[in-house]
C-alpha cells in the first residue's frame, strides 16, 4: 500500500528495543514536529477550508500522540531527553523543490509530510511485529495505522489541490529517492534511523 522501495530490516526493531529511552524520546520528537509540520502547511494555505480542518485533525493527534509517549517515559522511570536533529527528514527537506510557484511549493510540502508519515508507519509496523514489549507492541500496532491515515490524507491534498505538477510522477521520484536513501539508515535505535 506505501508503495516504499525498501523496507526495513525487522532486526532494526532489536536494536530499537535496545535502548528504549532512546527510541521514545526520538519517537516524541517525531511526534511533536509533525504536529509542526501540519500546522505550517496550514498557516500557508488557510484559503483550503476542507484541509485546515483535517490537518488541525492531524496536528491535535500528533500532539496526542506525543503526550502518549511521554506518558510511557514516564512510567517506565526514563527521562524525555532533548530533541535532536532527523538526518533523514534533512535529507528529505533537501529533496523537496523549492522552485517554482506557490502552489507547486505546496504540493512539494504535502508530498514530504506524505513521505515521512509512510516510513513512519512501516517503522511502526516493524517495531509492533517484532518487540518483545508486549504494551509497545500494542502501542505501535495504533499508531502504525494512524499514521497509514496521515499519509493518505496528504497525498490525497496533493491531487485535489495541484494546479500543474503531477502528483502521480512527483510521488514516484519521492518514493525513488527515498529508496536510495533509506539505504544509509536502519543503525540506529530512532525512528527513523
Known amino acids: 500500500m506505501l508503495g516504499l522501495k525498501l523496507l526495513t530490516d ?41 484541509l485546515v480542518t483535517a490537518l488541525t485533525d492531524i496536528a491535535i493527534e500528533e500532539m496526542e500522540h ?17 530533541e535532536r536533529k532527523d538526518d533523514y527528514v534533512n535529507q528529505l527537506f533537501k529533496f523537496m523543490k523549492k522552485d517554482g510557484s506557490r502552489n507547486d511549493a505546496f504540493i512539494e510540502r504535502l508530498l514530504f509530510a506524505a513521505m515521512i508519515e509512510a516510513r513512519s508507519c512501516e517503522r511502526f509496523r516493524v517495531l509492533s511485529d517484532n518487540i518483545k514489549d508486549e504494551e509497545l507492541a500494542v502501542f505501535y500496532r495504533d499508531l502504525m495505522i494512524s499514521e497509514a491515515g496521515h499519509y493518505t490524507t496528504f ?31 536502519g543503525t540506529q535505535e530512532t525512528v527513523h534511523g
Open 66 to 82: 506525543f503526550k502518549m509517549v511521554h506518558e510511557i517515559i514516564k512510567q517506565r522511570g526514563y527521562t524525555l531527553g532533548r
Open 10 to 50: 525487522p532486526r532494526w526493531a532489536n536494536i530499537a528495543e535496545s535502548n528504549l529511552e532512546e527510541i521514545l524520546t526520538d519517537h516524541a520528537w517525531c511526534e511533536q514536529k509533525a504536529a509542526t509540520n501540519a500546522i505550517t502547511i496550514i498557516a500557508y494555505n488557510s484559503e483550503h477550508e476542507d
Open 155 to 185: 497525498l490525497k491534498f496533493a491531487k485535489k489541490y495541484t494546479e500543474k505538477v503531477d502528483v502521480d510522477q512527483r510521488w514516484k521520484e519521492w518514493l525513488d529517492f527515498e529508496g536510495q536513501l533509506i539505504q544509509n539508515y
